[in-house]
């Protein structure tokens, strides 16, 4: 990675879901950045797979599930208690309904919440926890939101809705905290390479990229630097807004 600037330094950031994938790729950007990372995934192998070893002063990691509210209790008060303050939340954790999505006529309700819980429920109760401080001291939130939201993907009805959804929350959260030094901001990535692209059919992934004007599949650290610059010094003047980082897919 070419990386030279410490821009995180002094600077503590939350992330969710960030045992693998795109969470993951960013925890590296902002320690490789100098910032105190703590993490929470509910696999806490791939946790201290990938970060155990890695800066113990400034890594807190912490196995346990974003849906359980007590579960994000715990995470934000331990976090508070090993680094003191948060400067930067990125509520990352979220997926679809994957082996259970239906087309919307076949679809069951128990997916819908499960969906709505971990794609929107988690961003709203963590960064519930964060605001108070963050409207003392400023601050940065950074949430996860997709393509498939914008495109509306068929077959994927509640994740559109919960990523939507996120789309509605940063605005209006943007709008309350604006004048207390904080910016809130949603990515929305199209086809990242994670591990959920494993599964997926040679077929589909020549299909997901034709379809893509930039021609390729991104990586997890594509997000991950849009991430940084969100939370960085230069974006102060950008909150409410949702960047797409899809290769042209969707273009506002
Ligand atoms: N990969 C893509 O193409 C893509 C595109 C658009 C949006 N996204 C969004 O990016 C985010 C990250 O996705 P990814 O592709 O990196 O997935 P991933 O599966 O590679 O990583 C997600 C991580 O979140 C963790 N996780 C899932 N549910 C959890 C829970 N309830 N509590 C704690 N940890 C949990 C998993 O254990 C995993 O480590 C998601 O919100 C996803 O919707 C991904």
């Not at 600037?5 to 939350?14: D, H, L, N, P």
């Not at 929470?40 to 509210?69: H, K, N, S, W, Y």
């Amino acid at each position: 990675m070419v990386c030279q600037a410490r821009r995180f330094e002094g600077k503590t950031i939350v992330i969710t879901g960030a045992g693998n994938g795109i969470g993951a790729a960013t925890a590296q950007r902002f320690l490789a950045e100098g910032a105190r990372v703590a993490l929470i995934d509910r696999e806490g192998e791939a946790l201290a797979a990938g970060f155990g070893q890695l800066a113990p002063d400034r890594c807190l990691i912490v196995a346990g599930d974003c849906t359980d509210a007590g579960v994000l209790q715990g995470f934000h008060a331990r976090t508070r208690a090993t680094f003191g303050h948060i400067d930067i939340l990125f509520n990352n954790v979220g997926q679809s309904g994957r082996e259970r999505a239906a087309p919307f006529h076949e679809s069951q309700e128990e997916v819908w919440r499960f969906v709505l819980e971990v794609s929107l429920f988690t961003a709203m109760r963590l960064a519930r926890l964060v605001v108070p401080e963050m409207r003392e001291r400023g601050g940065r939130i950074i949430n996860m939101s997709s393509d498939a939201a914008m495109v509306g993907d068929a077959g994927l009805a509640d994740y559109a809705a919960a990523k939507m959804g996120i789309v509605g929350f940063t605005r209006a959260l943007a709008r309350e905290l604006a004048p207390h030094r904080v910016t809130v901001n949603a990515v929305a990535p199209g086809a990242i390479r994670t591990r959920a692209h494993d599964t997926l059919a040679p077929a589909v992934l020549d299909h997901i990229t034709v379809g893509t004007p930039a021609g390729f599949i991104a990586e997890p650290k594509d997000v991950a630097g849009v991430v940084a610059f969100l939370a960085s010094e230069d974006a102060r003047y950008i909150t409410g807004q949702t960047v797409l980082i899809d290769g042209g897919r969707w273009m506002l």
